[in-house]
Nanobody, 125 residues
Framework: QVQLVESGGGLVQAGGSLRLSCVAS????????MGWFRQGPGKEREFVVGISWSGGIIDYAESVRGRFTISRDNAKNTMYLQMNSLKPDDTALYYC??????????????????WGQGTQVTVSS
């Protein structure tokens, strides 16, 4: 059974930092692009950042560029999201996802066929 399990969410004050992790089990995602999406209260799920299988191609949403950093350790089948300078607007359930593509970190959720259950990030003002 393929699983993606996120961790690292929590409550933080504005300006603070959190590091999310996503561990894959049941199959390797070393040859797949992966991504982070989020869904805030009353909002639709939105793309945050995507990374190619090698880490050579990274695409950030404008709202997080310069504050968030994605990385992956294929040896550990793990992906990370370092979030700095957090804002109340970053409050959301953050999802890890595995793509059908190898090199293209799509911004479309429909291009990802594996999803975790999400980890909650709450940023207080």
């Amino acid at each position: 059974q393929v699983q993606l399990v996120e961790s690292g969410g929590g409550l933080v004050q504005a300006g603070g930092s959190l590091r999310l992790s996503c561990v894959a089990s049941g199959r390797t995602f070393n040859n797949n692009a992966m991504g982070w999406f989020r869904q805030g209260p009353g909002k639709e799920r939105e793309f945050v950042v995507g990374i190619s299988w090698s880490g050579g191609i990274i695409d950030y949403a404008e709202s997080v560029r310069g504050r968030f950093t994605i990385s992956r350790d294929n040896a550990k089948n793990t992906m990370y999201l370092q979030m700095n300078s957090l804002k109340p607007d970053d409050t959301a359930l953050y999802y890890c996802s595995g793509s059908r593509s190898r090199n293209y970190p799509s911004r479309l959720s429909s291009d990802y066929n594996y999803w975790g259950q999400g980890t909650q990030v709450t940023v207080s003002s």
